[in-house]
């Protein structure tokens, strides 16, 4: 039997909807869960049962092959016992601990010498050096993250527990630090379930991504996928974002970067990434079609195309476009009746360079 | 000044502090953290000597532990003499009558500290006991201090419970407030005055340690 994690539950709040998870992925040395959905889908209850944080009424966690949690055989295992790495949103540092001691507090079983030698590796492998000393008060965001990371993984737990990793940080930070934890966390071969509700994080940093929506797991699979092939319009409005491809950096010049997805040139505004490998977004609501010839526009873009299909929802109509690769657009029932828009029609699909989001990913 | 009364009350105050911070800490613990519907039948009896007039709590502790009752002949077949008008009487009698002194404090420093402190820690692997003595007790320190001293404040300037269950034996029961009220019947006020300030003093003095380590805590750990 291939190594699994399986997550089976049903937990309920009163005034809330009750949530039932069912995810099972088979699980290696570094895979990373992602669960992604808004604030209140349940996405944080799920990883706090995984923790034996939260009991829930009924179900059953496994963990390769030990069993966290039955309910039916009455098996609930403390989180004491389950040698998992555990990080808040806030990062719970100890405040009468210092940044050694934070550390090294998980690490009771080890003898005070062995514990200093780990001690000493965390500081090395996080750039703690010099702040051994000082307590968490005294610490940037950044670094108070790094610490409740090296705390979390000190112990060499057997499963990572993140939530909401980056969101106590701010912008330009988050976004660093987004790229660090990706390295890091293949670099620690550790599998880990992150918890989040931004999707350049999930981009970066998952493996496997289950979206979450009013205490229902909605789809799993790889994000990528879930991106760009959602299921049903729930996934789709749970993410947000309709064309997610793959595409590598080629130049870069006067702040705009210029990108190749097979083949196809598109333009966008330098941003946070520099890495090579990049995944190229675009909201539906941000690609304009035209009709015949490109005419003078401030877009940079202008993607010829054909017209793979057009669904009408509503007043509104999302249209596929092959321009080298699928592009999703959402236009008015009007413009699909006015512009014969069906399989198989040419098109222009113009693009804003600074809608075009550009999410790096290392080691792709 | 009558200085055998003074170490008596000194005594009685320290020894009663010492056990409320050993017997306080499981019951604060417990009203604090636990999750039971009934918590506030614990909750109403430990505060219950707040509101009790100190007679009638003497009273029942002086039935509770006199001859006729088990406990007293337990404790007389034990020891060899009843419990009532001893000291260690008296010691019982005031750390019941001291309990929310003690129980109080604890239990507010108790829910003051953030569940999610508690929760990192059980997930780094560390008991439920660990937690608390590593992480819960320091993070408590101001009110554990401050529970202690008030109780042994409270047990300094206690009377009705005094005279109810100690009696008036010197060296034995006869503290400083039942000192004062004696030297005022004999109309001797030259004495009560003398031994009614060195009582101010000293319990001004420590309410003035109480205030300042607090507020020495407070600004060494900003609330957040």
């Not at chain 1, 291939?2 to 570094?30: C, H, M, N, Q, W």
């Not at chain 1, 520099?274 to 941000?286: L, N, W, Y």
Request: glycine letters at 8%.
């Amino acid at each position: 039997m291939a190594a699994e994690i399986s997550i089976d539950l049903v937990k309920t709040f009163p005034g809330r909807p009750p949530i039932r998870a069912r995810i099972a992925y088979p699980v290696e040395a570094s895979t990373v869960l992602i669960l992604f959905g808004p604030s209140g889908s349940g996405k944080t209850t799920i990883l706090r049962s995984v923790a034996g944080l939260e009991w829930p009424e009924q179900g059953s966690i496994q963990f390769v092959s030990r069993t966290w949690l039955d309910t039916a055989s009455g098996v609930r295992v403390a989180p004491q016992d389950r040698h998992i790495g555990y990080m808040a949103q806030d990062y719970a540092l100890f405040p009468t601990y210092t940044v050694a001691g934070n550390i090294g507090y998980g690490l009771h079983h080890l003898s005070a010498l062995d514990r200093n030698k780990r001690v000493d590796e965390m500081v090395e492998l996080f750039q703690l050096r010099g702040l051994e000393t000082a307590k968490p008060r005294e610490l940037s965001g950044g670094q108070q993250q790094r610490v409740a990371l090296a705390r979390a993984v000190a112990p060499r737990p057997l499963l990572l527990l993140l939530d909401e990793p980056l969101s106590a940080l701010d912008a330009p930070t988050r976004v660093r630090l987004r790229d660090e934890l990706r390295s890091l966390l293949k670099q620690l071969a550790l599998p880990s379930i992150i918890v989040t509700h931004d999707w350049t994080e999930a981009l970066t940093l998952g493996d496997v991504m289950a979206v979450i929506n009013a205490g229902n797991v909605l789809q799993v699979g790889a994000p990528i996928e879930v991106f760009s092939r959602p299921h049903n319009a729930d996934v789709a409005r749970v993410v947000g974002i309709e064309t997610v491809v793959k595409g590598r950096v080629v130049g870069s010049s006067d702040g705009m970067v210029q990108v190749s997805v097979n083949g196809t040139r598109l333009t966008a505004v330098e941003g946070e990434s520099t890495g090579r490998d990049v995944f190229v977004c675009i909201r539906s609501e941000d690609v304009v079609l035209e009709r015949g010839q490109a005419t003078a526009s401030s877009a940079r873009n202008h993607l010829a195309g054909t017209v793979v299909s057009a669904t009408v929802l509503g007043a509104l109509a999302q249209v596929t476009i092959d321009c080298g690769f699928p592009l999703v657009a959402m236009v008015t029932r009007s413009t699909v009746e006015e512009f014969g828009l069906s399989s198989g029609v040419p098109v222009v699909a113009a693009i804003k360079a600074g809608s075009v989001h550009l999410v790096s990913r290392q080691g792709e | 000044m009558n200085w055998i009364a003074i170490w008596v009350t000194f005594k009685l105050a320290a020894s009663t502090a010492l056990i409320l911070l050993v017997v306080g800490l499981p019951i604060a613990y417990w009203v604090s953290f636990s999750r039971r519907r009934w918590k506030f039948l614990v909750e109403s009896v430990v505060a219950l000597p707040l509101v009790l007039p100190p007679t009638v709590l003497g009273f029942y502790i002086l039935v509770a532990i006199g001859p006729h009752s088990p406990l007293g002949r337990f404790y007389n077949e034990l020891v060899g003499h009843p419990l009532p008008f001893t000291f260690e009487g008296l010691l019982l009698a005031s750390v019941l009558y001291s309990l929310p002194f003690a129980v109080q404090p604890f239990a507010a420093a108790f829910e003051q500290v953030d569940r999610r402190l508690i929760e990192a820690s059980w997930t780094l692997g560390v008991s439920k006991l660990g937690t608390f003595f590593k992480l819960i007790v320091p993070l408590s320190k101001a009110g554990l201090l401050t529970g202690a001293v008030l109780s042994f404040a409270h047990t300094m300037g206690e009377f009705g419970v005094v005279l109810m269950v100690g009696g008036n034996l010197e060296g034995e029961t006869r503290t400083v407030s039942i000192d004062i009220y004696d030297e005022v019947q004999a109309l001797n006020y030259a004495g009560a005055a003398k031994t009614a300030l060195f009582l101010l003093v000293v319990s001004y003095a420590i309410l003035l340690l109480v205030y300042a380590v607090n507020r020495n805590v407070w600004a060494a750990w900003p609330q957040k």
